[in-house]
């Protein structure tokens, strides 16, 4: 049968005929909003693709969407307690839950869309992502920059988003269209973090200094330890064991149980106390003005009194912070099992697993340059416990690194002795090995 004579192909054409070709016209914001609310999200906002708060993600959305031209961001609302209490079942319940009804929200979502004849893709809340990317950017759009970009709130100290009525106690959503809306949002006009340092205060690891820089891989380390990064260093704990007993000297049964309940049902935080403990928001923030003394006794006390492991890198600003600050917590010393896989991802990894306390007496410019199969020339730049990574050689430098890319690799992954290295002249060096032995401390792994 000719394909223009099939019935399917005849009834579409019947159902789809029109009159005039007249362009398509932008979908009503005020329609979209109403439909994101009936599909269950507490609060919507439009962003069109061309944004230039969307600059630096845009190429990567296109690649999943090439259709994309506006971007619904949403949020849904999670509840409070069990977020703030030491039960960290309690809380992961809560957040997994939360995740499953964000991602529920955004399919239907979806699904009324494509109803309507409009092309729309709905990237997951969290987890699953784009894992043969890791350890690169596994996601397929960044929601918090999205949900800022829309007019749904403002990034706190503690690098969450903080919606001006429900706090930082939401989970963000994200829907790509392939229509452009009649209006957008724009980001509200304050800022509702509170700037009270309660996060500061309870975070176990110092990942938030008070002047609001944040250290990622401590971050990761402890409250991510049953993700990605934590399961590969155990994996490699398990492997490293030729007995039961050489495994039970790094690993608890505590430890193992929880890594199950991780596998089984779905991965657990260590703390997002910073969410926990903060006031921010309309719906939040009366118990905090009323009561402050009332408001940390029941919120803060609970978080930093309880005994538990911290989990930290050997070396790093974390390990030092920790036992000062909470001395009824335990330290457990793992690795970050985070290991670059590129020379590009090797220098992005820089940013995150830098520790200013270790950088506070250094003041060095190193220039870098790699041959082989991933050639590039960067500088690196470490004064005063602050980090600068640029493309090229730039300025004078204090020591120069050149080495074959796979080697350097292999020296990062511990798979290469540097004195191997250096004497078959895989990796050279000029300058002083001390500017290169403080260069390791800074980014311990």
């Known amino acids: 049968m000719n394909l223009a004579e099939h019935p399917t192909v005849q009834r579409f054409r019947e159902s789809n005929r029109t009159d005039s070709a007249e362009p398509l016209k932008p979908l009503d914001a005020g329609w979209l909003r ?23 993600q845009r190429t990567d959305i296109l690649r999943h969407f090439p259709h994309a031209r506006t971007l619904l961001s949403f949020v849904c609302r999670m509840n409070r307690e069990p977020i703030r209490s030491p039960a960290r079942s309690a809380s992961n319940l809560e957040f ?3 995740y499953d009804q964000t991602n529920e929200v955004a399919r239907k979502i ?4 494509e109803q309507r004849g409009v092309r729309a893709l709905n990237p997951s809340a969290g987890f699953p992502m784009e894992m043969d990317r890791f350890p690169g950017k596994i996601w397929v759009v960044s929601h918090k920059p999205v949900a800022v970009a829309a007019g749904l709130g403002h990034m706190g100290i503690h690098r969450n988003v903080i919606h001006p009525k429900f706090g930082n106690f939401i989970v963000l959503g994200t829907v790509l269209l392939d229509e452009e809306a009649t209006s957008y949002g724009q980001p509200i006009d304050y800022n ?20 609001g820089d944040f250290q990622f891989s401590n971050c990761a380390t402890h409250n991510y330890r049953e993700f990605m990064s934590g399961f590969s260093d155990w994996v490699e704990k398990v492997t490293e064991s030729n007995t039961a007993l050489s495994y039970r000297e ?43 003394k009332t408001f940390l006794k029941d919120t803060l ?10 989990y930290v890198i050997p070396g790093s600003d974390a390990e030092e912070y920790a036992p000062r600050r909470f001395p009824k917590k335990k330290i457990k010393r793992v690795g970050s099992g985070i290991r670059a896989t590129s020379i590009a991802g090797f220098l992005f990894g820089l940013k995150l697993l830098f520790q200013p306390g270790k950088a506070a007496g250094l003041n060095a410019v190193y220039h870098f340059t790699f041959s082989g199969k991933e050639p590039k020339e960067a500088t690196v730049a470490i004064r005063g416990g602050s980090l600068q990574v640029q493309d090229g050689h730039q300025g004078e430098a204090d020591m120069r690194v050149t080495a074959d890319s796979e080697t350097w690799l292999g020296f990062l992954a511990k798979e290469r002795s540097l004195l191997w290295a250096l004497l078959r002249r895989r990796i050279r060096i000029q300058g002083s090995p001390r500017l290169l032995v403080a260069f390791g401390k800074c980014f311990p792994s």
């Open 250 to 292: 790094k690993v608890s049964l505590s430890e193992t149980a929880s890594m199950w309940q991780s596998l089984s049902f779905g991965p657990n935080y260590k703390a997002a106390y910073c969410l926990a403990v903060c006031p921010a928001g309309e719906d939040v923030i009366g118990p905090f003005l009323i009561d402050r």
């Open 96 to 98: 997994h839950a939360s």
């Open 34 to 56: 109403q439909l994101c609310l009936d599909c269950g999200a507490d609060d919507v906002g439009l962003v069109e693709i061309s944004r230039p708060a969307l600059d630096d």
């Open 301 to 310: 006390r609970p978080l930093t009194e309880k005994e538990e492991t911290l």
């Open 110 to 113: 979806v699904a009324a869309l």
């Open 192 to 211: 509702p973090c509170l700037e009270c340092k309660l996060c500061v205060a309870a975070c176990p690891v110092g990942a938030i200094s008070l002047d």
